[in-house]
């Protein structure tokens, strides 16, 4: 096992950063061990089937370009083999970075996941960050982009229903879960995004899909 485990953290070396870097988060592009990372099936913000029987929680921020990127390359493939498939779901916890907005999109995805649209909602934001972050300009990331109106849109085009979206965003009715999910942040140790936890390993930053998929397969086949 730790020569497996070994042989993950190798692959990460092997990260190579693009040509016009995204803003950084304080990471460190590695994969360590986490605390308690099992989050309960009872969690709203969740992508795939509860039964499944590996968990990959992701810590995101919606505005961060490094998840973003992961999201549009490993993440999708990852959504592909795994949670389309059945064999592991995704839970969501909001981590956010950049800036006050980040943080309402974030809480507004609880607002969808009371919509049961939880799924389509994380798409469409992703995909509207990345209408913003292409030819390699970032510079959205440290602007207000993501405001009420825009997000009442985004869930509208995602099939949420607007005014219902749009005064749960003003509310207060997921401040306890919103919280919750910060304080798995900090048992964690999380201090970037995106961070991704899968079999009590810790992946930071957007790293090669290889080392997911190592993870994921050394969970599917562990005792």
């Known amino acids: 096992m730790s020569l497996i485990i070994g042989g993950v953290a190798?692959?990460?070396?092997?990260?190579?950063?693009?040509?016009?870097p995204a803003p950084q988060t304080a990471e460190k592009k590695s994969v360590s061990k986490s605390s308690k990372n099992i989050p309960s099936t009872t969690e709203p913000l969740l992508i795939g089937a509860s039964s499944a029987p590996i968990t990959i929680v992701e810590y995101v921020d919606f505005k961060c370009p490094k998840c973003n990127a992961y999201q549009?390359?490993?993440?999708q493939k990852i959504r592909r083999e795994y949670v389309d498939t059945g064999k592991a779901k995704i839970v969501l916890r909001p981590y956010p970075v950049f800036g006050e907005d980040a943080g309402l999109a974030l809480y507004g995805a609880y607002c969808a996941a009371s919509?049961?649209?939880?799924?389509a909602y994380y798409d469409a934001v992703f995909a509207h960050m990345s209408?913003?972050?292409?030819d390699?300009?970032?510079?959205?990331?440290?602007?207000?982009?993501?405001?009420?109106?825009?997000l009442v849109g985004i869930a509208q085009g995602a099939g949420i229903?607007?005014?219902?979206?749009?005064a749960c965003l003003d509310g207060t009715t997921h401040k306890r879960a919103f919280e919750a999910a910060q304080h798995a942040a900090a048992?964690?140790?999380?201090?970037?995004?995106?961070?991704?936890?899968?079999g009590g390993e810790k992946i930071v930053g957007n790293q090669p899909y290889q080392i997911?998929?190592?993870?994921?397969?050394?969970s599917a086949h562990a005792p």
Not at 115 to 119: A, L
């Open 10 to 20: 190798a692959l990460g070396a092997l990260y190579v950063s693009s040509k016009n």
């Open 161 to 166: 229903e607007g005014s219902l979206f749009g």
């Open 115 to 119: 919509q049961n649209k939880f799924p």
């Open 212 to 218: 997911y998929k190592t993870l994921l397969e050394l």
């Open 187 to 198: 048992r964690d140790s999380v201090q970037g995004t995106p961070t991704i936890v899968i």
């Open 136 to 150: 390699g300009d970032y510079s959205a990331a440290a602007q207000k982009v993501l405001t009420k109106p825009a």
């Open 72 to 75: 549009q390359d490993a993440g």
């Open 131 to 134: 209408t913003l972050y292409k």
